[in-house]
């Protein structure tokens, strides 16, 4: 069974760091192209990162570049991103997803990915 878990949310303050991580089950990550997206309250949901399969390539949304730094953990079968540099505009539900098949490239259309987690909450406060 596919599963993603998010994990490493919480509450930090402006200026602050956090690492969440996208833990994989079922499969292998490293075969498949990642991205994670964030949603804030009332707000759509946006891509924040992705990265390729095998992890040659990694894509940011212009909010976060130069803060965010997404890796591959392949012995662990997890995808993280490192957040540095809060703000509270970072303050959102954040889920890793996954692309249906092995040889799809990334993308920052919510509508390319098949596999969900559940979440994991980001606040941060000035």
């Known amino acids: 069974q596919v599963q993603l878990v998010e994990s490493g949310g919480g509450s930090v303050q402006s200026g602050g760091s956090l690492r969440l991580s996208c833990a994989a089950s079922?499969?292998?990550?490293?075969?498949?192209?990642v991205a994670w997206f964030r949603q804030a309250p009332g707000q759509e949901r946006e891509a924040v990162a992705w990265?390729?399969?095998?992890?040659?390539?990694?894509i940011y949304h212009d909010s976060v570049k130069g803060r965010f730094t997404i890796s591959r953990h392949n012995t662990k079968n997890e995808a993280s991103p490192r957040m540095t540099k809060l703000q509270p505009d970072d303050t959102a539900l954040y889920h890793c997803?996954?692309?249906?098949?092995?040889?799809?490239?990334?993308?920052?259309?919510?509508?390319?990915?098949?596999?969900w987690g559940q979440g994991t909450q980001v606040t941060v406060s000035s």
């Open positions: 079922g499969f292998t990550l490293d075969n498949y192209a």
């Open positions: 990265i390729s399969r095998l992890g040659g390539i990694s």
């Open positions: 997803a996954r692309r249906g098949s092995a040889g799809c490239s990334g993308s920052h259309l919510a509508t390319a990915y098949n596999h």
